[in-house]
């Protein structure tokens, strides 16, 4: 067969519905550009959720129990996007930082995460956090939600406060 151009406006199959198949079991086919290469596909979701409560009066970020998740990237071009939420009870009126972490990187900033949240005396508020991360690895990655209290060692932070539940999800997304 020579080799040359094909150019048309549509290719349909004969019954006008089902797959076509380009290329044979073992080939590589290259499409030129981005066009037609899958990008942004979401090859998996993980995701966990929780009622445990944490409580912390650490101005450092601590572990938001349960809110942890494991995820291993097909292709080191993946992007992983997080999505992390829990209720959260300060007292003193305090305020607590919310954060994503990457196995020990912390993916916000450094101390106040991805946010503050004020909190009047004993009232429950929600917080959530996402991130699209580009880890550039094919091996394990744990992701968690962390939290800290940002008002001093007096001031105790709790999330999922009084049973309500968080949760961490990550999708990963073709790179």
């Given at each position: 067969m020579a080799n040359g151009t094909l150019k048309v406006s549509n290719i349909q199959t004969s019954s006008g519905s089902g797959t076509i198949?380009?290329?044979?079991?073992?080939?590589?086919?290259?499409?030129?550009?981005?066009?037609?290469?899958?990008?942004?596909?979401?090859?998996?979701?993980?995701?966990?959720?929780?009622?445990?409560?944490t409580s912390t009066n650490s101005?450092?970020?601590?572990?938001?129990?349960?809110?942890?998740?494991?995820?291993?990237?097909?292709?080191?071009?993946?992007?992983?996007?997080?999505?992390?939420?829990?209720?959260?009870?300060?007292?003193g009126g305090a305020?607590?930082?919310l954060s994503i972490f990457r196995d020990s990187t912390n993916l916000g900033e450094t101390n106040q995460?991805?946010?503050?949240?004020?909190?009047?005396?004993?009232?429950?508020?929600?917080?959530s956090v996402h991130y699209l991360d580009s880890p550039a690895t094919t091996s394990q990655i744990t992701y968690a939600?962390?939290?800290?209290?940002n008002g001093g060692g007096g001031v105790t932070v709790q999330t999922n406060s009084n049973g309500t539940r968080g949760s961490i999800t990550a999708i990963e997304i073709s790179g």
């Open positions: 198949t380009i290329g044979q079991s073992g080939e590589t086919v290259n499409i030129a550009g981005t066009s037609g290469t899958g990008f942004g596909k979401i090859l998996q979701v993980v995701s966990t959720s929780t009622t445990t409560e101005t450092s970020f601590v572990l938001a129990s349960g809110l942890t998740l494991n995820i291993t990237p097909s292709s080191s071009t993946s992007k992983i996007l997080i999505f992390g939420s829990t209720c959260t009870q300060a007292n305020i607590n930082n995460g991805f946010g503050r949240l004020t909190n009047a005396d004993e009232i429950v508020i929600q917080g939600l962390y939290v800290r209290s």
